[in-house]
């Protein structure tokens, strides 16, 4: 219930703001109804420009790499991948060269880092083909999916949603977004992170099961992709909790370095 009525306010907001930018007037002249209170708009920065990246909808693609799928007692052969949702904001931005404070979040005793390649979309549809998927990407991020993982293995092993273990506040962090032009796509490239100084997870991006255009493509079988989709692609193996200070440093190819301290 909560969900359906901040969408509904976010899309009349978003409507309302449309309506304004295009007319050069304020929000408050439109006609119709309007926004009871405002609702933060969710967006990133992108490397380079002042404009911003605006959220619409977090995706999540699980057990992507057939290491980390075994040591989360699954079988990586190549069955259907499946995805998650994360609330939009639930995104934490941090900015290169910063060491953000991430809160350790209420309710678990295991928490858990997955360093992850993010692809931010400029467009979207239905059905899209691997081979047309990319031209959709306006951008990669590197991010991570944290997770509360004792409740999420709760939930699964009750055959409950995870809910409550993947979509928490500030449970999405992210860099900022590096268009394509400037960056190309990421097929391959070592992927890491190391906590307090002590390597962790490391991996390549080749080792995804499934590409980020192949994610593009099966998450359109099941969604309308649109403009403002992001989608975290997955995380090597090695995932591991945190405690309180220790300083996560996050590394992909190609990008600039991602650090957090939790607090
Ligand atoms: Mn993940």
Not at 138 to 165: C, F, H, N, S
Not at 202 to 219: F, G, H, N, P, R
């Amino acid at each position: 219930m909560d969900s359906i009525n901040r969408r509904t306010i976010l899309s009349t907001g978003a409507l309302a703001l449309a309506g304004a930018a295009a007319q050069g007037t304020s929000a408050q002249a439109q006609a119709g109804p309007k926004s009871i209170f405002a609702v933060d708009a969710v967006t990133i920065p992108i490397v380079g420009q002042s404009d911003v990246f605006p959220v619409r909808r977090i995706y999540c693609i699980g057990r992507n790499y057939a290491a980390h799928s075994r040591e989360m007692g699954s079988d990586p052969t190549r069955e259907p991948p499946f995805f998650f949702q994360k609330p939009t904001d639930a995104i934490q931005n941090v900015a290169i060269g910063q060491v953000a404070d991430h809160p350790y979040p209420s309710l678990t005793k295991n928490y858990h880092y997955e360093v992850e390649l993010v692809a931010a979309l400029k467009s979207g549809g239905t059905n899209i083909s691997v081979e047309k998927a990319l031209d959709h990407v306006y951008g990669y991020a590197v991010g991570l999916d944290m997770t509360r993982r004792d409740l999420q293995r709760a939930m699964g092993d009750e055959k409950k949603p995870w809910e409550i273990g993947k979509s928490f506040d500030h449970g999405a962090v992210i860099g900022p977004i590096h268009p394509v032009s400037k960056t190309g796509h990421f097929a391959k490239g070592a992927i890491s992170l190391a906590v307090n100084g002590t390597v962790k997870q490391t991996s390549d991006l080749d080792k995804m099961i499934w590409s980020v255009a192949e994610q593009i493509a099966k998450l359109s079988e099941a969604f309308e992709l649109k403009a403002g989709d992001i989608i975290y692609s997955g995380t090597p193996e090695n995932v591991g909790p945190v405690v309180k200070g220790d300083v996560l440093l996050c590394k992909l190819q190609g990008l600039p370095d991602m650090s957090i301290k939790i607090v």
